[in-house]
């Protein structure tokens, strides 16, 4: 069985600019969440998605877009990049139903680390 | 909104001795609870859960018990050793996952 995967494992981006990221989920799951953990913090929900589709979001302004594959991979999209917008960026996949966000255990990648200079 | 508190750290402590991790959170209705553990330069894994009430969570030595009444599912270790040196998170299933701040735990031998 295959662990979530995510890439790239660091990246240095400058003030404005866009980056995207990417998640394949752990096989035979089919809903995969994003979260942003600032360093000495908790991850934050950035949103989930769920068979193509957006199934929840938390705080984050509209500059922070995803997408989710038919193979269920996902990428995480920032745009405008901001200094504190430096942090890991985590991945976390699981097989829930529509409506039953967070209801069953979430499996986590290493994370991508993102410097925005 | 829901929320999760738990212990601020670091906590220090010597092979052998016992650890407790105090967790509460809020939140409506009886959410599934986890502890999630990060060790260095690692991702985040699952550590235990439990779905209801009364449930008692283990795995690896480490047990944490879901208390309705007092909203609480401290974490507990009888013996640390050195390899448990991370940082632990309490947390709680809902629309998302909603994480405590972390406790960073240092074991020396």
């Known amino acids: 069985e295959t662990g979530v995967t995510q890439s790239p494992t660091h990246l240095i981006k400058t003030r404005g600019q866009q980056v995207t990221l990417r998640c394949s989920s752990q096989?035979?799951?089919?809903?995969v969440s994003w979260y942003q953990q600032a360093l000495g913090q908790g991850p934050q929900f950035i949103f989930q998605?769920?068979?193509?589709?957006?199934?929840g979001r938390g705080n984050f302004p509209p500059r922070f877009s995803g997408l989710q594959f038919p193979n269920y991979s996902s990428e995480l999209n920032v745009n405008a990049l901001e200094l504190d917008d430096s942090a890991l960026y985590l991945c976390?996949?699981?097989?829930?139903?529509?409506?039953?966000?967070?209801?069953?255990?979430?499996?986590f990648g290493p994370g991508t680390r993102l410097t925005v200079l | 909104g829901d929320s999760v508190t738990q212990m601020e750290g670091p906590v220090t402590l010597s092979e052998e001795a016992f650890l407790t991790i105090n967790c509460t959170y809020t939140?409506?209705?009886?959410?599934?609870l986890f502890w999630y553990v990060q060790y260095p330069g690692e991702g985040l894994q699952l550590l235990l859960k439990?779905?209801?009430?009364?449930d008692k969570g283990s795995n690896k030595g480490f047990e944490a018990t879901y208390r309705k009444e007092t909203t609480s599912f401290h974490l507990e270790k009888g013996s640390v050793q050195v390899s448990d040196s991370a940082v632990y998170f309490c947390?709680?299933?809902?629309?998302?996952?909603?994480f405590g701040k972390g406790t960073t735990l240092s074991v020396s031998s």
């Open positions: 976390a996949s699981s097989s829930v139903g529509r409506g039953g966000l967070g209801t069953d255990t979430q499996y």
């Open positions: 096989s035979g799951h089919n809903t």
């Open positions: 998605y769920y068979r193509e589709e957006e199934n």
């Open positions: 939140a409506t209705g009886y959410p599934s």
């Open positions: 439990a779905t209801k009430a009364d």
């Open positions: 947390v709680k299933a809902g629309t998302a996952l909603i």
